[in-house]
Every structure is written in C-alpha cells, then in structure tokens.
C-alpha cells in the first residue's frame, strides 16, 4: 500500500519559518513535489523535485522556499522561510512514479497570520 505522510505544519507569524515533512512508503518515486490549497482556490504547484535532485519552483515561493529529499529514507521536505500572510494554505506531498501512477497525501494546514 502507497502511502505519503505530511507533517510540519502548524501556525506561524509573517516572516517565520516552517519546515515540511512527507515520509512515503509502499513505493518509490522519480518525481515528489509539493502543492498547496487555499480556501476558494484551485490546487497549484508549489515546488518538485526529481531523484536526481532536479527542482522547479513557483514564482511566488522562488528565493524563499526550498525542496529538498532524501532518498535514502524516500521523504522530500519543504523549508518555507519569510512566510506571509498569502501561503496559508493546505499543503499536499505529491509523489510521480515513472509509469505516470500520482499518489497524494492527506494535506496538513499551513496558517501564516499575527
């Protein structure tokens, strides 16, 4: 069974910092990645990285985000530094396997707010 797990999530005033967690298992992954969710929003794309460490990043994150994975413990991590008030959102672990097959986590809430 393919599982991702997030955690990391939590409250923290604008200009702190988060630190995501998603620990997969049941499978391996050439591409994991983070997306995001606001209230009366659609998903959208956060950050992603490939096995070989390869990223891309939303502009609205780039320069204060970054991904990061271990494969050796199959987790990809999402350090979100100078958080403002705009990312509050849902936050999903995405993993892609080459055979196109997408597995989801459950989500853990990102509230930025004073």
């Known amino acids: 069974q393919v599982q991702l797990v997030e955690s990391g999530g939590g409250l923290v005033q604008p200009g702190g910092s988060l630190r995501l967690s998603c620990v997969a298992s049941?499978?391996?992954?050439?591409?994991m990645g983070w997306y995001r969710q606001a209230p009366g929003k659609q998903r959208e794309l956060v950050a992603v990285?490939?096995?070989?460490?390869?990223?891309n990043y939303a502009e609205s994150v780039e320069g204060r985000f970054t991904i990061s994975r271990d494969n050796a413990k199959n987790t990809v991590y999402l350090q979100m530094n100078s958080l403002r008030p705009e990312d509050t959102a849902v936050y999903y672990c995405?993993?892609?396997?080459?055979?196109?097959?997408?597995?989801w986590g459950q989500g853990t809430q990102v509230a930025v707010s004073s």
């Open positions: 995405n993993g892609g396997r080459l055979n196109g097959a997408v597995y």
């Open positions: 049941g499978s391996q992954f050439y591409v």
């Open positions: 990285i490939s096995r070989g460490g390869s990223t």
